[in-house]
């Protein structure tokens, strides 16, 4: 059963972050609702999860829980999209369901075996979990298509280090319906290989960071809505985004709030209608 639902629109720090009390920080804490944002993190449907992170339990707390969840597709393992201690609450539920099969593109699967080695995550039981069959950890390849559930997901290169890997993963979805959804969180301006790669594909939702949000500028590792206008742009020119595509942008940090993306999308003028996701939102 296809979901669809934004559990988080944050980037690392969240929104209010907990040290800061700049003025988008400080209405999110008097306004709350759409003006706060968790940690980025999308339910796909009631069995695959894409990210488990940093805000994870707080999330299920509010969007309901997570007992059917049976895939987690990591976008890289930076703490606000990967969560160990998410291993631990399903190792707790063991008796009662499936294992849990968790997803890493190529050099980032190097994390699970860290964890595994290290008596200090899961106080060093992750490897009998794994032994168990409770934890089940895949390695994806960058370009290959995968079934995953009831869908087809193909990983393809991001342009920011993740902990362990050079690359984070963005993913490209093929839903039972299908649709074609793609994921593209924690980048900063594509690599030519993946752009050339996703101007051949057709995309009925697009999902985009747009992390600096209003402050435009080259950034390296995420994008501000300009560079994300320009992605936009070019995959729109070539195709693969239509007029029918729906654009969500998300992974949005405390340097712009939720009216002044609104104000800066309308500004830069899209091909196409562009929503600025908030947490809670369903789109399917
Ligand atoms: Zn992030
Ligand atoms: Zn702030
Ligand atoms: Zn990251």
Redesign the pocket.
Same mark, same amino acid.
């Given at each position: 059963m296809l979901i669809g639902q934004f559990w988080g629109t944050s980037a690392?720090e969240g929104i209010p972050a907990p040290y800061c009390r700049c003025p988008v920080c400080l209405e999110a804490r008097e306004k709350g609702g759409i003006y706060s944002r968790m940690r980025s993190c999308f339910r796909l449907s009631d069995k695959i999860m894409l990210d488990l992170g940093a805000d994870a339990v707080a999330q299920s707390m509010r969007f309901g829980d997570i007992t059917d969840i049976e895939h987690v597709l990591i976008t +890289?393992t930076?703490d /606000? +999209?990967l969560n160990p201690h998410m291993l631990m609450e399903a190792m707790w539920s063991k008796r009662f369901r499936k294992p849990i099969h968790y997803y890493f593109t190529e050099e980032a699967f190097e994390i699970t075996r860290l964890w595994m080695d290290s008596p200090w995550i899961l106080k060093g039981m992750l490897r009998s979990w794994v032994e168990e069959g409770i934890v089940v950890f895949h390695q994806l390849k960058f370009g290959e298509r995968t079934k995953v559930g009831d869908v087809f997901v193909t990983p393809f290169r991001g342009n +920011?280090k !993740?902990n362990v890997e050079p690359n984070?993963a963005m993913y490209l979805v093929e839903l039972p319906d299908g649709r074609s959804l793609f994921y593209g969180l /924690?980048s900063g301006k594509w690599l030519p290989e993946t752009l050339e790669a996703v101007k051949k594909l057709h995309l009925d939702i697009f999902i985009s960071e747009a992390t600096a949000g209003i402050h435009f500028g080259r950034y390296g !590792?995420h994008m501000c809505l300009e560079q994300v206008r320009e992605l936009v742009g070019e995959l729109f020119d070539s195709g693969a985004i239509t007029p029918e595509t729906k654009v969500y942008l998300t992974h949005i940090n405390h340097g712009s709030s939720h009216d002044q993306m609104l104000e800066a999308v309308d500004a830069l003028d899209f091909p196409l209608p562009v929503t600025v996701a908030v947490d809670g939102m369903k789109i399917f």
């Amino acid at each position: 059963m296809l979901i669809g639902q934004f559990w988080g629109t944050s980037a690392a720090e969240g929104i209010p972050a907990p040290y800061c009390r700049c003025p988008v920080c400080l209405e999110a804490r008097e306004k709350g609702g759409i003006y706060s944002r968790m940690r980025s993190c999308f339910r796909l449907s009631d069995k695959i999860m894409l990210d488990l992170g940093a805000d994870a339990v707080a999330q299920s707390m509010r969007f309901g829980d997570i007992t059917d969840i049976e895939h987690v597709l990591i976008t +890289h393992t930076h703490d /606000d +999209h990967l969560n160990p201690h998410m291993l631990m609450e399903a190792m707790w539920s063991k008796r009662f369901r499936k294992p849990i099969h968790y997803y890493f593109t190529e050099e980032a699967f190097e994390i699970t075996r860290l964890w595994m080695d290290s008596p200090w995550i899961l106080k060093g039981m992750l490897r009998s979990w794994v032994e168990e069959g409770i934890v089940v950890f895949h390695q994806l390849k960058f370009g290959e298509r995968t079934k995953v559930g009831d869908v087809f997901v193909t990983p393809f290169r991001g342009n +920011h280090k !993740g902990n362990v890997e050079p690359n984070s993963a963005m993913y490209l979805v093929e839903l039972p319906d299908g649709r074609s959804l793609f994921y593209g969180l /924690d980048s900063g301006k594509w690599l030519p290989e993946t752009l050339e790669a996703v101007k051949k594909l057709h995309l009925d939702i697009f999902i985009s960071e747009a992390t600096a949000g209003i402050h435009f500028g080259r950034y390296g !590792g995420h994008m501000c809505l300009e560079q994300v206008r320009e992605l936009v742009g070019e995959l729109f020119d070539s195709g693969a985004i239509t007029p029918e595509t729906k654009v969500y942008l998300t992974h949005i940090n405390h340097g712009s709030s939720h009216d002044q993306m609104l104000e800066a999308v309308d500004a830069l003028d899209f091909p196409l209608p562009v929503t600025v996701a908030v947490d809670g939102m369903k789109i399917f």
